[in-house]
């Protein structure tokens, strides 16, 4: 029962990452699409880069990216 809890944590950290990961780039595909023109590391169609940046900082860091991303998006779209 122990393993079990201890191991909830990366389980859960590892879907995350795995989220954040997949709408980075479904989010660089639309900047792409609309040609937003946005450029940088946070815009790669590198998934196992995002996967690796993700696990690397906290849930708050990694969200607050994601929100910021759809925030440029949607401004883009409104041009």
């Known amino acids: 029962m122990l393993g079990t809890v201890m191991l909830a944590p990366h389980v859960s950290a590892q879907a995350n990452c795995d989220w954040y990961a997949k709408t980075a780039l479904k989010q660089q595909q639309e900047n792409e699409q609309r040609k937003c023109g946005f450029k940088g ?12 940046w993700c696990r690397s900082v906290a849930p708050d ?10 925030q440029q998006l949607e401004a883009c779209a409104k041009k």
């Not at 590391?41 to 690796?52: C, G, I, M, N, R």
């Not at 860091?61 to 759809?70: D, F, I, P, S």
């Open 41 to 52: 590391p946070e815009w790669s169609l590198d998934l196992e880069a995002h996967l690796s």
């Open 61 to 70: 860091v990694w969200k607050k990216q994601a929100q910021l991303r759809n």
